[in-house]
């Protein structure tokens, strides 16, 4: 399974490092095979080539620029993973399962979207 979230450089530092603990879980995470990670700003790019969560094989860094919507997701999804099974979860979820999962189905890709 794909995930595909989002990471912000936000001013709390605590807030950032609850961000990156999250993605670290979900690099553990056993049935996720891979994590795209859409940044949202360019400091966060810049910041985020000193984590050793950014060198994990799972993760792959897309430059967004902007805050990531449901919409930017699917797009991804339908231009770049066609035929994978894929979930989307706000920045700061890790491990556990969503309270409720809802496939949705957009042109062939499916993403599974956090209601």
């Known amino acids: 399974m794909i995930l595909l979230t989002s990471l912000y450089h936000g001013a709390d530092a605590g807030r950032r490092g609850e961000l990156l603990e999250c993605l670290r879980r979900n690099i553990e995470a056993e049935r996720l095979d891979e994590i795209?990670?859409?940044?949202?700003d360019t400091i966060a790019a810049a910041e985020?080539?000193?984590h050793t969560q950014f060198r994990s094989a799972?993760?792959?860094s897309i430059a967004h620029g902007r805050h990531v919507t449901h919409r930017n997701l699917f797009t991804y999804a339908n231009q770049h993973l066609i035929g994978h099974?894929?979930?989307s979860?706000?920045?700061?979820?890790?491990?556990?399962?969503?309270?409720?999962?809802?496939?949705?189905?957009?042109?062939?890709?499916?993403?599974m979207v956090r209601a």
């Not at 969503?98 to 993403?111: D, F, K, N, S, T």
Request: no cysteine; proline share 5%.
């Open 89 to 111: 979860r706000s920045a700061g979820s890790a491990g556990g399962e969503p309270q409720q999962v809802l496939p949705q189905r957009i042109g062939e890709a499916a993403l």
């Open 48 to 50: 985020l080539k000193s």
């Open 85 to 87: 099974v894929g979930r």
């Open 58 to 60: 799972k993760v792959r």
């Open 36 to 40: 795209h990670v859409f940044i949202e």
